[in-house]
């Protein structure tokens, strides 16, 4: 396990994370607050922020680590112990697969955001994607800990949530 772990560190791990931060430092609009749910060690939250330091952001995750790039706050349960519109956005990344429920923590969403929700998660759509997504999730995060309850929603379930 570690040295497939050690691999997905090294070609799709940091690959994804530089091309995320770059598309999220594109995307988000200027001076904005963020509510990053589920944001791991916050690796990804650092690299938008070398970028992007107008932002305000506040990085959240269920899994307490002992090292992170960013202060993490420790989310307990699926109520965001935030008030109603305290945020510009919420964004969730690679995240609501992880969740028996994603409506509980989308309806949450809906109440913290003021502007609105960025998404960024899988479609369970094609031949086998299932057995791959659920290998890839596998690989990623079963070493860290993290749930896998792999709930993919297919295109059909994301459009019913919007």
């Known amino acids: 396990m570690t040295l497939l772990r050690r691999v997905h560190n090294s070609q799709v791990h940091q690959r994804r994370v530089r091309i995320l931060a770059r598309h ?5 609009p200027a001076s904005v607050s963020i509510l990053d749910v589920g944001s ?3 690796l990804l939250a650092s690299r938008v922020l ?14 307490a680590r002992s090292l992170t790039h960013v ?33 509980v923590l989308l ?36 070493a860290w800990g993290v749930p896998l309850p792999y709930n993919y929603w297919n295109a059909a379930q994301w459009k019913r949530a919007t």
């Open 50 to 63: 070398a970028h992007r330091s107008d932002l305000k952001w506040m990085a959240i995750d269920p899994l």
């Open 107 to 142: 309806r949450e969403a809906v109440r913290v955001a003021r502007a609105g929700i960025v998404i960024k998660d899988h479609f369970r759509e094609g031949f086998c994607a299932g057995p791959r997504l659920r290998f890839m999730d596998w690989v990623g995060n079963a």
């Open 24 to 28: 999220l430092s594109e995307l988000i």
């Open 71 to 103: 202060p993490v706050q420790l989310l307990t349960g699926n109520r965001l112990p935030f008030e109603d519109k305290e945020f510009d956005l919420v964004l969730f990344v690679d995240v609501l697969h992880h969740t028996e429920d994603p409506m």
């Open 40 to 42: 791991g060690d916050g």
